[in-house]
């Protein structure tokens, strides 16, 4: 049975309780599967099979995290994702069935949070939505307590109470994921931090395998504040740079 549709008192009291996904998939067995799986953890989960049905969808049933295939009939996911983020900012995590990098890149550049290449296990993706879920509530914390002040790296500022990010006194739209990132990077700057370290602070995800993960979003944040910004240590990691004192 499924819970009540209360998933926005932010009172749930098991992982995944009353928290609503949208599952955007138009092969059948695939989204059947996954809605089976989210509904044993506890989430309540609808389905849309096109484009236009999930922007209905999501504007008329709110929910706390979009799983959204890219190939879609009517338009495409990337279409979705930027429709449904102008609607109001929500966790997405996108499916493709090709491993392109170029498709990743696009949907991080549209609002997406985080990537999965068909196939996949239920595991890793049932793993996947609750660690989204967690960031989330983790930037509503840090959104209300109090931090000190603004860090500026040179021409880099972060703000960590409004969650935002300047270069050269120019605002850049980060998704909560590369705002993660690049404040983990900022923690230790010049500081190398090997991907597996950056998988697990930013994703909470101890798997070594979703290292191509987190090279595709350094990728779109350095697209983002600029390439000469974050070096990489080739075979250990990435180090944020800052300027010579």
């Not at 999965?116 to 914390?141: G, I, N």
């Not at 290292?211 to 504040?225: E, F, G, P």
Request: charged share 25%; glycine share 6%.
């Amino acid at each position: 049975m499924e819970q009540t549709h209360t998933a926005h008192n932010g009172t749930a009291a098991t992982p995944g309780a009353q928290r609503r996904v949208l599952v955007v998939e138009d092969d059948p067995t695939i989204v059947d599967a996954i809605a089976a799986r989210l509904r044993a953890e506890g989430f309540v989960v609808q389905t849309a099979s096109d484009g236009p049905s999930a922007v209905d969808t999501a504007e008329a049933w709110q929910p706390d995290l979009l799983i959204l295939d890219i190939m879609l009939p009517g338009f495409d996911g990337l279409e979705v994702c930027r429709r449904v983020q102008a609607q109001r900012p929500v966790p997405v995590l996108m499916l493709t069935a090709r491993d392109d990098e170029t498709d990743m890149l696009v949907g991080l550049g549209v609002g997406a949070d985080d990537y999965m290449t068909k196939p996949f296990s239920m595991r890793e993706l049932a793993a996947r939505v609750h660690v989204l879920l967690r960031r989330v509530e983790r930037a509503v914390v840090a959104a209300s307590t109090p931090r000190s002040g603004i860090l500026r790296l040179g021409e880099l500022e972060i703000d960590h109470a409004q969650r935002r990010v300047r270069v050269r006194s120019e605002d850049v739209h980060l998704t909560p994921t590369e705002f993660d990132l690049l404040v983990c990077l900022a923690n230790t700057p010049r500081a190398v931090l090997s991907r597996e370290q950056l998988l697990a602070e930013v994703w909470d995800w101890a798997d070594a395998s979703g290292t191509r993960t987190v090279d595709s979003h350094i990728k779109a944040l350095r697209r983002k504040i600029g390439a000469e910004r974050i070096r990489t240590v080739h075979g250990v990691g990435y180090a944020l740079e800052t300027p010579t004192p």
